[in-house]
């Protein structure tokens, strides 16, 4: 029981910890391009980072406040849209069909 206990704590802690690893690993922030399902196709789109936060800009310049959920997802608060992080962090692609590639 006690071990599964530790077990169950380190594998949480690892969570914790493993959620900026893209951050880390990739480098989010700065100037992306939309492709795909945009309101301006080829438009600008930017990433801030403030520590672990973020803020999103979109291709006609609507912020949303957002967040890692998991080391390769990012969730758009203000939005309500997900976006998962693939090809060693070149791209985004969201759950409105948008893609945001560098």
Request: hydrophobic share 40%.
């Amino acid at each position: 029981m006690f071990k599964t206990l530790l077990t169950a704590l380190g594998l949480g802690l690892a969570a914790l910890v493993g959620a900026g690893d893209a951050q880390a690993q990739y480098g989010v922030g700065g100037a992306w391009t939309c492709v795909g399902r945009c309101q301006i196709p080829g438009g600008r789109t930017f990433i801030q980072e403030r520590g672990r936060d973020l803020t999103l800009y979109n291709e006609v310049r609507q912020p949303s406040r957002a967040y890692f959920a998991d080391p390769f997802t990012i969730v758009a608060i203000d939005w309500r849209v997900t976006g998962r992080i693939g090809r060693g962090g070149g791209v985004i692609s969201w759950a409105n069909g948008t893609r945001w590639v560098r």
